[in-house]
T-cell receptor, first 112, second 115 residues
Framework: GNSVTQMEGPVTLSEEAFLTINCTYT??????LFWYVQYPGEGLQLLLK?????DKGSNKGFEATYRKETTSFHLEKGSVQVSDSAVYFC???????????FGGGTRLMVKP | DAGVIQSPRHEVTEMGQEVTLRCKPI?????LFWYRQTMMRGLELLIY????????DSGMPEDRFSAKMPNASFSTLKIQPSEPRDSAVYFC?????????????FGPGTRLTVL
């Protein structure tokens, strides 16, 4: 099956700083890749996704590019806001098992 | 649409008691998933259903846990008897795509505390 590894947090940034959260995966074949976000006290929400190599997913200023050669799907944002403070989960979809495999989550804290 | 609905939002119970968590998926979704989230183990898939049929329950911790989906609009996760180590946030999620449930919509979760 798939496995997903994320950088451990927490990641603490000042407002307007550049964000990178690293994510790598191992999988058979070419899984679809996702970033989900969990705000305090809420369930996970889909942030963005990419379904094939070199695809770029983007939403709300966040983006991630599916890199087959490095098996990575790093999340980036050029200028973070306090409201971006949340836990971010990278995930890979296993076509064979119909399951999403989640990474451990990375907590982002943005200070004013 | 109201999204995935879970109840209760918070549950506090004593060890040995039966606990039932409830979920109403988004109307028209074919898949339903139950997850458990803890600090130590992160997000774990417990079981998932397709068209009300359990497909994979390999994540269910032990016989104390059971899940049912009697119809397309309702599912339950039951723990009997409950233990302190069951304390966690339990999420239900549903997915709209038959054959490829790669995008999931999560409910707000039920925070369970077993004393």
């Amino acid at each position: 099956g798939n496995s997903v590894t994320q950088m451990e947090g927490p990641v603490t940034l000042s407002e307007e700083a550049f964000l990178t959260i690293n994510c790598t995966y191992t999988a058979t074949g070419y899984p679809s890749l996702f970033w989900y976000v969990q705000y305090p006290g809420e369930g996970l929400q889909l942030l963005l996704k990419a379904t094939k190599a070199d695809d770029k997913g983007s939403n709300k200023g966040f983006e991630a590019t599916y890199r087959k050669e490095t098996t990575s799907f790093h999340l980036e944002k050029g200028s973070v806001q306090v409201s971006d403070s949340a836990v971010y989960f990278c995930a890979a979809y296993n076509n064979a098992g119909n399951m999403l495999t989640f990474g451990g989550g990375t907590r982002l804290m943005v200070k004013p | 649409d109201a999204g995935v609905i879970q109840s209760p939002r918070h549950e506090v119970t004593e060890m040995g008691q039966e606990v039932t968590l409830r979920c109403k998926p988004i109307s028209g979704h074919d898949y339903l998933f139950w997850y458990r989230q803890t600090m130590m183990r992160g997000l774990e898939l417990l079981i998932y259903f397709n068209n009300n049929v359990p497909i994979d329950d390999s994540g269910m911790p032990e016989d104390r846990f059971s899940a049912k989906m009697p119809n397309a609009s309702f599912s339950t996760l039951k723990i009997q008897p409950s233990e302190p180590r069951d304390s966690a946030v339990y999420f239900c999620a549903s997915s709209p795509r038959t054959g490829k449930p790669d995008t999931q919509y999560f409910g707000p979760g039920t925070r369970l505390t077993v004393l």
